[in-house]
């Protein structure tokens, strides 16, 4: 069996480990264990910043995202509708207007008035 020794720590950080110690592990000494064991198997401090973290990640990504979107829909309003616009025209199947033959002959109505009037003899009327 292994000898305890005694090591002093204020009373918040003991309380801390503590509480650490009993969500994660069965005893103090495996977690003090694996605490020294994470950091020399990854070569690093307790002191370094392990860079961003995952929140800080994700709302860069989100802003990244936004911004995209904004960009594809002016895209979309300033290229892409206008040019489906004009292909969709070009492409429209219109039925040809009819225009008459130089050789053919439109007939006009004949209207009900008449145009020229005899000339009356007035003397034969008196």
């Known amino acids: 069996m292994d000898t305890f020794i005694t090591i002093r720590f204020k009373r918040k950080t003991a309380k801390r480990f503590q509480e650490f110690s009993k969500t994660h592990f069965k005893t103090h000494t495996e977690t003090m264990e694996a605490i020294l ?12 910043k392990l860079g961003p973290t995952g929140r800080t990640i994700e709302t860069k ?7 995209v979107i904004a960009i594809m829909r002016d895209v979309e309003k300033t290229q892409t509708k206008p040019t489906v616009a004009m292909l969709e025209s070009l492409f429209q199947i219109e039925e040809p207007k009819k225009k008459p033959l130089i050789l053919e002959k439109k007939f006009v109505e004949e209207k009900k008035e008449v145009r020229f009037r005899e000339k009356q003899n007035l003397k034969n009327e008196l």
């Open 37 to 48: 064991d994470f950091f020399f198997y990854n070569e690093i401090s307790p002191k370094e």
């Open 61 to 67: 990504l989100l802003k990244r995202i936004n911004a």
